[in-house]
């Protein structure tokens, strides 16, 4: 992909650039629209039918408290609960006086609500005889699920869905299985004493006249659960049906938000969005749910977003061409530099490119000829150099020779001396041309800690052979760092500045010792060099790590100082510049008592 985009002409990765420029909003916005688009119409959709949900509730309560209103009424009236406790036969003109009197005042409680559909009582005393369409027997009941929860609950409310308005006597078939709700309560006079139970009815239809009416919201449906999870819906409406979504789908959607009192959510089947919008009625232990299919709503925002990314690639296209040529006679002029270019790569080079004008290309014309100029110039000079390099390799030749010759005066020297006997001689010439073959065999820039370890052991050697044997070394290297790479002559020069100014004063009253110690700390190494000579003050200390880090317009000045620190100045310099700038030296000293130099190099 890489090598594609570098093939590419300048015009083409403009134009390529200018289009992933322009075409990144504009597929940002066109997302972002689009979905501010959804969002805001599901949250019309939710509001518009959440406050459909809230009118139909308004009517729902409105039925209870009439439902209620009713049972109460019933419960209360005292020539109609005495009537059901009696404990006697009752005779024709007492008959005639409770269906007069009671039972009429209780049937025009029907009468004056037209959406009640049924009010009855359900008792099981012999006594009282059965009167349509108000008393009747418990036996008629007996089969029915809710008559023990009724009896159980004690006096206590209780809501049941019917499937459809059964006929107690069973007079005729149903044409119309019209579903309804029922208030049943257990009439009890005087207390725990069971003497019924009275049952206020109403058609769904009447209950729930939103969802049973004729005028529904295209594509949506309005339905209920039950305590017991049964669904009750408008026959009428073939929504659910149409969509092929069952009540059990529904039911496995709802189960998540089953504990709240208003939910909305939204879910697929078969590839279509559906927003459900969800409310409990407590009264009843029921949920009303108001099922909305947003296909529609998903084609207009998708034709909307298709229409805005066909207008986009359209304006980019037209775009790109009037920028492709615009472009590519900006360009003009670069092509004709760049064509000047190959001449002079093929050998041309004095060919010329001729560009006028004060914009970027004519500048760079200008400097490109000037640079040609510094080119046929450099050429020139490098051919006179070619001699004087092959005088330079013949004096290194002959260096090379020179130094070969002196290891070899040495190695005879060596010989004679122990010929004769004399071993400390002939010892400090061996360690005189180890050191030099370390000084001048520098093929490389880094060399092991041992090695640099064993110079420092050459230097010491030769050392006491003027000092009459009074310095002494001690290494301490743990096994892992003998192989360590460190800079080469990085240690030396701060065990001879250690010999030359701290240990040479007091080697005529005692012995000059200095220890070499490597430890790992965290991520990094510290090389310790340590004297017992004679310290420094703190002024002293202070002026040495200003010469250890002064800059190159002092470099003269420190060297006509007799203080030192040219050596240690050096060591660091070559330290940052192969490591970085937290690595170097570091200096520590007390007075009459020791010298420690620090030397931190990366792990």
Same mark, same amino acid.
């Given at each position: 992909?890489?090598?594609?985009?570098?093939?590419?002409?300048?015009?083409?990765?403009?134009?390529?650039?200018?289009?992933?420029?322009?075409?990144?909003?504009?597929?940002?916005?066109?997302?972002?629209y689009s979905n501010q688009l959804y969002e805001n119409a599901i949250n019309d959709i939710t509001n518009k039918n959440e406050s459909l949900l809230e009118i139909e509730n308004i009517h729902i309560r409105n039925n209870i408290e009439s439902m209620r209103r009713t049972a109460q009424l019933v419960t209360s009236d005292h020539e109609f609960i005495d009537y059901i406790e009696t404990r006697n036969e009752t005779n024709v003109n007492e008959l005639i006086d409770f269906k007069m009197n009671a039972f009429s005042n209780v049937a025009k409680l029907q009468q004056n609500n037209p959406t009640i559909q049924h009010i009855r009582i359900y008792t099981n005393n012999p006594y009282v005889t059965e009167m349509w369409p108000l008393i009747f027997?418990?036996?008629?009941?007996?089969?029915?699920?809710?008559?023990?929860?009724?009896?159980?609950?004690?006096?206590?409310?209780?809501?049941?869905?019917?499937?459809?308005?059964?006929?107690?006597?069973?007079?005729?078939?149903?044409?119309?299985?019209?579903?309804?709700?029922?208030?049943l309560r257990e009439i009890e006079y005087p207390k725990d004493e069971h003497l019924g139970i009275v049952e206020i009815s109403m058609l769904l239809k009447n209950f729930f006249p939103k969802m049973f009416s004729n005028i529904q919201e295209e594509k949506s449906e309005l339905i209920v659960f039950d305590s017991t999870m049964n669904l009750f819906q408008n026959k009428k409406n073939t929504f659910l049906e149409e969509q092929n979504i069952d009540s059990a789908l529904i039911l496995d959607q709802l189960s998540h938000f089953y504990q709240k009192e208003k939910a909305t959510?939204?879910?697929?089947?078969?590839?279509?969005?559906?927003?459900?919008?969800?409310?409990?009625?407590?009264?009843?232990?029921?949920?009303?749910?108001?099922?909305?299919?947003?296909?529609?709503?998903?084609?207009?925002?998708?034709?909307?977003?298709?229409f805005i990314v066909g207008g986009t690639l359209f304006l980019v296209i037209i775009l790109s061409i009037i920028t492709y040529l615009l472009i590519s006679l900006l360009l003009k002029k670069m092509y004709k530099l760049i064509d000047t270019m190959e001449r002079v790569k093929r050998g041309e080079f004095s060919a010329s490119v001729d560009i006028s004008g004060q914009g970027e290309f004519a500048k760079l014309a200008y400097h490109f000829k000037e640079m040609l100029s510094k080119i046929n110039g450099l050429i020139a000079e490098t051919v006179?150099?070619?001699?004087?390099?092959?005088?330079?390799?013949?004096?290194?030749?002959?260096?090379?020779? #020179?130094?070969?010759?002196?290891?070899?005066? /040495?190695?005879? @020297?060596?010989?004679? $001396?122990?010929?004769? !006997?004399?071993?400390? =001689?002939?010892?400090s010439l061996t360690s005189l041309g180890e050191m030099m073959r370390y000084n001048l065999r520098w093929k490389?820039?880094?060399?092991?800690?041992?090695?640099?370890?064993?110079?420092?052991?050459?230097?010491?050697?030769?050392?006491?052979?003027?000092?009459?044997?009074?310095?002494?070394?001690?290494?301490?290297?743990?096994?892992?760092?003998? #192989?360590q790479q460190i800079l080469k002559m990085s /240690?030396?020069? @701060?065990?001879?500045? $250690?010999?030359?100014? !701290?240990?040479?004063? =007091?080697?005529?009253?005692?012995?000059?010792?200095?220890?070499?110690?490597?430890?790992?700390?965290?991520?990094?190494?510290?090389?310790?060099?340590?004297?017992?000579?004679?310290?420094?003050?703190?002024?002293?200390?202070?002026?040495?790590?200003?010469?250890?880090?002064?800059?190159?317009?002092?470099?003269?000045?420190?060297?006509?100082?007799?203080?030192?620190?040219?050596g240690l100045k050096n060591v660091n310099e070559r330290i940052q510049l192969h490591y970085g700038s937290e690595y170097g030296l570091q200096i520590e000293s007390k007075e009459e008592s020791y010298t420690k130099v620090a030397v931190l190099l990366p792990y």
């Open positions: 992909m890489k090598d594609k985009i570098e093939q590419l002409s300048l015009p083409n990765k403009l134009i390529s650039l200018y289009v992933i420029i322009f075409m990144i909003p504009a597929i940002t916005f066109t997302i972002y027997s418990e036996n008629r009941i007996s089969s029915v699920t809710w008559m023990d929860e009724v009896i159980e609950r004690n006096g206590v409310e209780y809501w049941a869905f019917a499937a459809n308005d059964k006929d107690l006597l069973e007079r005729y078939e149903l044409s119309n299985n019209d579903p309804r709700i029922s208030l959510f939204q879910f697929h089947h078969q590839d279509i969005p559906y927003l459900v919008v969800s409310t409990y009625i407590e009264d009843i232990d029921s949920h009303m749910l108001n099922l909305i299919s947003l296909e529609d709503i998903y084609a207009q925002i998708k034709q909307t977003r298709n006179n150099k070619q001699a004087a390099t092959k005088e330079a390799e013949l004096k290194a030749l002959k260096t090379q020779i #020179d130094s070969h010759f002196l290891y070899n005066t /040495l190695e005879n @020297i060596k010989m004679m $001396a122990e010929i004769e !006997g004399k071993y400390d =001689i002939s010892d490389h820039d880094f060399v092991t800690l041992t090695e640099e370890i064993a110079h420092i052991q050459n230097y010491i050697d030769i050392m006491n052979l003027r000092l009459d044997h009074r310095l002494k070394v001690n290494i301490n290297v743990p096994l892992e760092l003998k #192989d /240690l030396q020069p @701060i065990v001879e500045n $250690a010999v030359k100014h !701290g240990l040479t004063p =007091i080697l005529s009253t005692e012995m000059g010792i200095i220890e070499i110690n490597a430890s790992v700390k965290k991520e990094w190494i510290e090389i310790e060099v340590v004297d017992n000579g004679i310290g420094m003050s703190k002024d002293a200390i202070k002026e040495l790590t200003d010469k250890i880090g002064a800059n190159q317009e002092q470099v003269k000045d420190l060297q006509q100082s007799k203080s030192g620190g040219i």
